[in-house]
């Protein structure tokens, strides 16, 4: 599959919100999974406001302490609360001091985490912003500019998907799907750890084959990761996913 064609497929998934049992944390989770496949970055986050942000979504890794930290302090100072704020992209400088002495915790956390830069882009359609999609990343070179472009178009894609999905719509809403979303967070990862381990596979294909799972039994992620937990379940791992094609430009 080649990277044009692999764009195309995941804007197709982010539209696809239109379903009786959308999945919150299975979209958000898998948006994390393309943007580490199709940008030049480590590792991604996605932030909504209903107030203040709140991590909806972590990398689709294990988080460890270090860059649980750093998500953490990105929900008080950083790029994804400025980029939320400004409704524009915003980036780490490439003067560590200046960035520590614009968001001194994160930039703390960022460094410890053994990142060395990160870029944040707006959740927004039109004039209204709902959060924001925290890029990390370990190299010394920059986002490039088709890279951080295809970031935002993701995120705006993304922000339509969700409010065709209806999930921000009332404010009781919002708040159930957000406490639903980050208890299932903690279980969908813990689940990941134990089905990596039983079939010595990564943790993004123990994660690909329970969404997989998921979604040809037309159940919730949520309900298979429980299962993987307490019921010692083992879903077939799926064919791999394709990897991220090198940049010919």
């Known amino acids: 599959m080649s990277r044009e064609q692999h764009i195309a497929r995941t804007f197709v998934e982010l539209a696809d ?3 009786e049992d959308f999945d919150l944390i299975d979209f958000l989770q898998q948006m994390t999974v393309r943007c580490q496949e199709l940008l ?12 203040p942000p709140r991590l909806h979504s972590p990398a689709p890794c294990d988080p460890g302490p270090a860059l649980r930290d750093v998500l953490e302090a990105a929900r008080s100072e950083g790029p994804a609360l400025d980029a939320h704020r400004a409704g524009k992209p915003v980036t780490t400088g490439e003067d560590p001091a200046e960035t520590a002495a614009r968001w001194p915790q994160f930039a703390q956390m960022l460094r410890a985490a053994g990142y060395t830069r990160a870029t944040a882009v ?17 190299g010394e070179t920059p986002l490039g500019a ?10 705006d894609a993304a922000t339509i998907g969700l409010l065709q ?17 980050l208890q ?14 039983r079939r010595h596979i990564r943790l993004n ?4 084959a329970m969404r997989h799972h998921a979604r040809h ?4 992620l949520i309900k298979v990761a429980r299962d993987v937990i307490e019921n010692d379940f083992v879903p077939a791992v799926p064919p791999a996913s394709p990897a991220r094609p090198a940049d010919s430009s």
């Open 17 to 19: 919100t239109l379903v």
């Open 40 to 51: 030049d970055i480590t590792d991604a986050a996605v932030f909504l406001n209903h107030p």
């Open 122 to 138: 707006p959740m927004r359609l039109r004039k209204d912003c709902l959060g924001s999609l925290l890029l990390l990343h370990t």
């Open 146 to 155: 088709d890279d951080l472009a295809l970031a935002q178009a993701l995120a």
């Open 165 to 181: 999905a209806g999930t921000i719509h009332e404010q009781h809403t919002v708040n159930k799907q957000l406490h639903t979303a």
């Open 184 to 197: 299932s967070r903690i279980i969908v990862e813990q689940a990941k750890g134990v089905l990596a381990a």
């Open 205 to 208: 294909d123990a994660f690909e």
């Open 217 to 220: 039994h037309r159940t919730l």
